[in-house]
C-alpha cells in the first residue's frame, strides 16, 4: 500500500475519532496535510479557530506565519507535511491536556510512521515536550537536533504564533532566529 493510500485512510479514522472530549466541542478533526514524499514534518500543538472552521492545519494567523517561514529557506508548503499533536481544537485554544495528547498520539504515531521524515520540527513547547520528554521550554533548546528514532532528528523551533504576538524587529528576535533555524533545516536536507 502506497504512502499515500495509508495517509488517506489515517485521515479518514482522524476525522470519525471521538476518543476525548475535544471531539465534543470543535466542529472538526484536523487531519495532517502535505506531502507524503517528505523529509520534513512540522508538527505543532493542536487547531486554532481557523483551523477548525476549514479542517486544514496551520492556515491563520500562524499558518502564514509558517508559510512565511518555511519560504524564507526557498521550501514551500507543498514540500513538507503538516500536523498536529492533537486533532481536534482544545477550547479557547488552551494546551492540550495530557489525556487529550494521549488519545490522538496513535495518530500522530501512524503519521510519523507513513511519512518517515529524516526531520520533525516541532513548534513550541507542547510539540517538543511530547516527543522529547522533556521540561525545559523552547528557548532553551531550540535551533538544535536531537536524536529521537532510528533515522529521524527532532528540532525543535518557536511556534508561528508566538511569533505573530511577539513580533519584533530586533535582528535576534525569536523571528530572525526561527528564519535561521528554517534555514539550517533546509541545508540538512539538502546534503
Not at 492556515?59 to 500536523?83: C, H, N, P
Amino acid at each position: 500500500m502506497s504512502a499515500k493510500s495509508n495517509i488517506s485512510e489515517l485521515k479518514e479514522e482522524i476525522l470519525s475519532c471521538s476518543k476525548c472530549r475535544l471531539a465534543e466541542t470543535a466542529s472538526r478533526a484536523v487531519p495532517g496535510e502535505g506531502n507524503t514524499n517528505t523529509e520534513v514534518i512540522f508538527l505543532g500543538e493542536g487547531p486554532g479557530k481557523k483551523e477548525d472552521e476549514t479542517g486544514r492545519p496551520f492556515v491563520g494567523q500562524g499558518g502564514r506565519k509558517l508559510d512565511e517561514l518555511i519560504e524564507s529557506a526557498s521550501m514551500s508548503r507543498k514540500d513538507v507535511y503538516i500536523t498536529n499533536v492533537v486533532k481536534h481544537r482544545p477550547p479557547e485554544n488552551r494546551a492540550p491536556e495530557r489525556g487529550e495528547v494521549e488519545a490522538c498520539k496513535q495518530f500522530l504515531e501512524a503519521e510519523i510512521d507513513v511519512i518517515n521524515p529524516s526531520i520533525i520540527v516541532t513548534l513550541g513547547n507542547t510539540a517538543t515536550r511530547e516527543l522529547l520528554d522533556t521540561d525545559r521550554g523552547i528557548s532553551s533548546i531550540r535551533g538544535r537536533f536531537f536524536f529521537w528514532r532510528e533515522g529521524i532528528r527532532i528540532f525543535p523551533t518557536f511556534h508561528p504564533g508566538y511569533l505573530v504576538r511577539n513580533p519584533s524587529g530586533d535582528p535576534l528576535s525569536p523571528e530572525e532566529e526561527a528564519r535561521k533555524d528554517m534555514k539550517r533545516i533546509r541545508k540538512e536536507i539538502s546534503t
